[in-house]
């Protein structure tokens, strides 16, 4: 016998749904929010460019051209975009174990993602503009076959990514098997 | 016979150039119009006779392409080392690849008519990553892709405590025991092979609305005829028109289907299934033989699949995945294309060892557990019920009492979803999971534990309210989804899964 397999009763396994799910950073929700504010100046914008060159392209031909039911989109658009960050930012999270990242999110289909270390093939940190303005990063972690997007966590506080990002890579390498 | 050679960069065979000039020719077909454009432009523009000018465009392009092959030949170089395979190639575009053996997934060769004259193979290597990463080495002595393969083969051996390791009492005998013959094909099975291809029934479909004209087109004709053939008691031309389509329609059908038996005995005849200490090799093919070695531990996910020709053969179709990025990884796998219900057990074992031994590959059997029923609510709602009701609201404004035939979606969905329903099935063992689903056939895919590589578990509103959750295994070769099972078990499954994956001492790939 190289190794024995003996039956275990779940409830002797660790068990990922009882852990102590941490947050995203609390400045992301801020984050979300500039960016749809800022989604919404740019959309204003478009319409106005977009009005100013049909009145000046048909302003000869007698066309009156309404562009002014355009304007209904902004508070359309504004609803969800400012609503929303406050809503599923709440419900992402992570748990960081001795062998394993949990990470939950959705709000109407509820996700939780487990990644155990040894099977991980790289780490990626990175953050956008917007991110590095509110000190926020992205982490992502690649397993192998990339079916279907690795696991993305955004929100982080860029900190907290990097020490996770050093932390995991250390368990990565940690984990020597046998082929 | 030893392959590392540590200073000599060495030339494969001249023939390599046919093997890039079937490479080229392939390439060109593939993409025939912009390609040979340049070409036809050429041959307008010049003037003279039409016949010399194709005749003198011919023999550029075949020049051309021959002196194309020859320099790829003339820039391959390679060179074996002791722990990598070296190449260097490219005329314009130099790339030198470094592929280290044991990240080679898998190694096949391939032998044409000329090569196997010659004693030369063309040898693949396979790994994980993209396309690009592949080694091809074309045209080299046979000898040599023997001892490539070897020197893998002991690659996996060395540092090597793979699933046989678990069965180490008899493991070093097992070892001796060398090459043993799994399964042959004959050219029955060719036959069979042939008429379940895919293939052949595609253009079926595509066929279906050509019939439908031909339907409607003679079918008016005939009834005129039948009017005519009242008055004038003549029937002549235009049944027989009718016929002939008819002949030309099954012509077709007859070609297409000779075709796809043709393509399978090119493809796999004397097929046949070796089993070599840790690998798993299939040979076939008739003017060029194709060979395939998998190691066992690379092996991902086995899927054996049954369509709906398989089903009336009884037969099954086996594939052994191994890890693949994306697009490319289909032809990379080893497929069995045919073997009988009662080799599936003698496959799965000597392919999962005495690692997975309870696992099951057979659809009918009775230990895959059903899953959830609200799986048929959930999916007859929203794909049946949602859908049509929209629909038949929308189009009773242009279409008004008529816009009701599209409630018959209704209970065509309803059936697809049940027989969806009722072909699912989960099997989950200490070691391994086999899951059965299917619309037409039925398709099982199993796996270890321990191969997988990240779980996710979600629950819809629905689901949430009833205690149910949609599990999902990524494995390096795809993902395998178990859909509408109890919450809790679930849950359970993913922690033990989880604690097999992180307790397990070896290595996935």
């Known amino acids: 016998m190289l190794f024995e397999n003996p039956e275990i009763a779940h409830d002797d396994l660790p068990q990922a749904d009882s852990v102590t ?90 996700t939780v993602t487990a990644i155990p270390f040894n099977r991980i093939q790289h780490v990626e940190k990175s953050s956008a503009p917007l991110d590095r303005r509110y000190g926020i990063a992205t982490l992502q972690l690649y397993t192998a076959g990339g079916s279907g997007g690795d696991l993305k966590i955004h929100g982080l506080s860029a900190d907290i990514a990097e020490q996770l990002r050093v932390f995991i890579l250390d368990k990565v390498g940690a984990s020597v098997e046998r082929r | 016979m030893s392959v590392a050679d540590q200073e000599n960069w060495l ?54 392409t021959i002196t194309v092959a020859f320099l790829q030949y003339w820039f391959f170089r390679y060179r074996i080392a002791d722990n ?83 069965d180490n009492a008899d493991g070093e005998e097992h070892r001796e025991v060398g090459a043993r013959t799994l399964m042959k094909l004959n050219g029955r099975d060719m036959l069979r092979i042939g008429l379940s291809s895919n293939r052949a029934w595609i253009f079926l479909v595509f066929l279906g609305p050509v019939i439908e004209h031909f339907d409607q087109k003679y079918g008016e004709k005939i009834d005129k005829q039948v009017i005519l053939s009242a008055v004038e008691s003549s029937q002549g031309g235009v049944a027989g028109a009718f016929g ?19 393509g399978a005995f090119l493809r796999y005849h004397r097929f046949e299934l070796v089993t070599d200490n840790d690998v798993l090799r299939s040979t076939g093919g008739l003017l060029t033989r194709h060979e395939h070695s998998v190691n066992l531990a690379k092996i991902q996910t086995v899927v054996a699949s049954q369509g709906f020709m398989l089903k009336r053969f009884e037969r099954f179709r086996l594939r052994a995945k191994q890890a693949s990025s994306g697009k490319s990884g289909g032809q990379k796998n080893l497929v069995v294309p045919l073997c009988e219900p009662d080799q599936l057990p003698i496959l799965s074992h000597e392919i999962f060892g005495e690692e997975f031994a309870d696992v099951i590959l057979e659809p009918t059997s009775a230990a895959f557990l059903p899953i959830d029923k609200q ?92 205690g149910l959750a949609t599990l999902r295994f990524y494995l390096a070769s795809g993902s395998v989804r178990v859909p509408y099972v109890d919450f809790k078990k679930a849950s359970e499954l993913r922690d033990y899964i989880l604690y097999r994956i992180e307790s397990s001492p070896l290595a996935w790939h």
Do not use: C
Not at chain 2, 244 to 262: D, E, K, P, T, Y
Not at chain 2, 433 to 450: D, K, S
């Open chain 1, 21 to 110: 799910w941490l947050g995203m950073d609390e400045k992301f929700v801020r984050r979300l929010l500039t960016e749809a504010a800022l989604i919404l100046v740019s959309v204003s914008i478009g319409i106005r460019v977009l009005q100013f060159v049909f009145n000046t392209a048909f302003a000869d031909n007698n066309v009156n051209i309404s562009l002014g039911w355009l304007w209904l989109l902004i508070p359309v658009a504004a609803v969800p975009l400012f609503v929303w960050p406050s809503i599923s930012v709440p419900r992402k999270g992570y748990a960081i174990r001795d062998k394993d990242i949990i990470y939950k999110s959705g709000v109407f289909w509820r």
């Open chain 2, 11 to 64: 030339h494969t065979s001249p023939l390599a150039a046919i093997f890039y000039l079937g490479k080229i020719y392939q390439n060109l077909a593939k993409n025939a119009v912009p390609a040979l454009t340049p070409v036809f432009v050429l041959l307008l523009a010049t003037e003279g006779n039409l016949v010399i000018r194709i005749g003198f465009g011919l023999a550029a392009f075949v020049l051309v």
């Open chain 2, 84 to 166: 990598s395979v070296l190449i260097r190639e490219g005329v314009l575009k130099k790339t030198q690849l470094d592929i280290k053996f044991d990240r080679i997934q898998a190694i096949s060769t391939q032998q044409n008519v000329i090569f196997r004259a010659f004693g030369l193979v063309s040898v693949k290597l396979d790994t994980a990553g993209s396309a690009k990463q592949e080694g091809h080495l074309p045209a080299v002595k046979k000898s040599l892709a023997d001892a490539l393969k070897e020197r893998i083969r002991q690659g996996y051996q060395t540092g090597s405590s793979t699933k046989k390791a678990a």
């Open chain 2, 244 to 262: 002939l389509g008819l002949m030309i329609l099954f012509g077709f059908l007859l070609f297409i289907v000779i075709a796809s038996i043709i």
């Open chain 2, 375 to 466: 799986y048929v609510r959930s999916r007859v709602m929203l794909t049946g019920i949602l859908p049509a009701t929209v629909i038949t609201a929308l189009m009773s404004i242009p279409l008004g009492l008529f816009a009701v035939v599209f409630l018959l979606w209704i209970p065509v969905n309803a059936y697809g979803v049940l027989r969806k329903y009722r072909r699912y099935g989960v099997l989950a063992t200490p070691d391994g999971l086999a899951l059965r689903r299917g619309f037409i056939g039925y398709r099982v895919t199993a796996f270890l534990h321990r191969k997988v590589q990240r779980i996710s578990l979600t629950q819809t509103l629905p689901q949430r309210r009833k």
